[in-house]
């Protein structure tokens, strides 16, 4: 009994340090080769809106790791999602930092962000090792591809956030690829269509609210 309190307890610290206490990373905040160039009140926004929705990615990645290392019977594999989820502290640390340079905010939804991932990662934990391993290989695959996205979107003159989003992307692609070889399972088609869909909508509402 007191094991289970401890663990909900502690949970529920990992939560609230996620989504209100200040991250700190572990790696310096990746630097561009080339200052930023000038950013009028148009581009600042926009680059805002892109770094909320990637500190969004970051809350949720937490939230997944969690719920999977809190599932998980393997020492070994839970080892495996502990130490990920510091890296992707290192993320969720440089873009809330971005954040404030930009003079954005994060999502004012973040809780729900957090709570609809940590179920997420509930379900996939108690689907099996071997699936929820494939759900954080596919969950990173997309985090790649949707980062790639925003290296294109980004303001021309923004180098900062680009060096930011650029050192993300390729720990994504790491841990998917990690994933991979601790013997994720291939997801079924129509679960990587509904995460997809899933994380469209997260995107397109993370970049307003």
Same mark, same amino acid.
């Given at each position: 009994m007191n +094991?289970?309190? $401890?663990? &909900? @307890?502690g949970l529920a610290d990992d939560a609230l340090r996620t989504l209100f206490a200040r991250p700190v990373a572990t790696r310096e905040t990746p630097k561009a080769a080339t200052p930023d160039g000038p950013l009028d009140e148009r581009d600042r926004r926009e680059a805002g809106a892109l770094m909320r929705v990637n500190h969004v990615g970051e /809350?949720? *990645?937490? #939230? @997944?790791?969690? *719920?999977? *290392?809190?599932?998980?019977? $393997?020492p070994a594999l839970r080892t495996h999602f502990l130490e990920a989820s510091r890296e992707e502290t290192d993320h969720l640390a440089w873009t809330r930092q971005r954040l404030r340079e930009l003079g954005a905010?994060?999502? @004012? &939804?973040?809780? &729900?962000?957090?709570?609809? #991932?940590?179920?997420?990662? @509930? /379900?996939?934990?108690?689907?099996g090792d071997a699936l929820s391993l494939g759900f954080v290989a596919e969950t990173e695959q997309q985090v790649e591809a949707h980062l790639d996205s925003h290296l294109g979107r980004l303001p021309p003159g923004d180098h900062a956030s680009r060096a930011i989003v650029t050192q993300m992307k390729l720990d994504e692609a790491r841990h998917a690829a990690h994933a991979w070889s601790a013997g994720a399972a291939e997801l079924p088609g129509p679960v990587r269509g509904m995460m +997809?869909?899933?994380?469209? /909508?997260?995107?397109? /509402?993370?970049? +307003?609210?």
């Open positions: +094991r289970s309190i $401890d663990a &909900l @307890l /809350v949720c *990645a937490q #939230a @997944l790791y969690t *719920a999977q *290392a809190a599932t998980t019977r $393997d905010r994060p999502s @004012l &939804l973040n809780p &729900l962000w957090y709570g609809g #991932a940590f179920g997420l990662g @509930l /379900v996939a934990g108690r689907a +997809r869909l899933a994380s469209r /909508v997260m995107t397109t /509402v993370a970049h +307003r609210i």
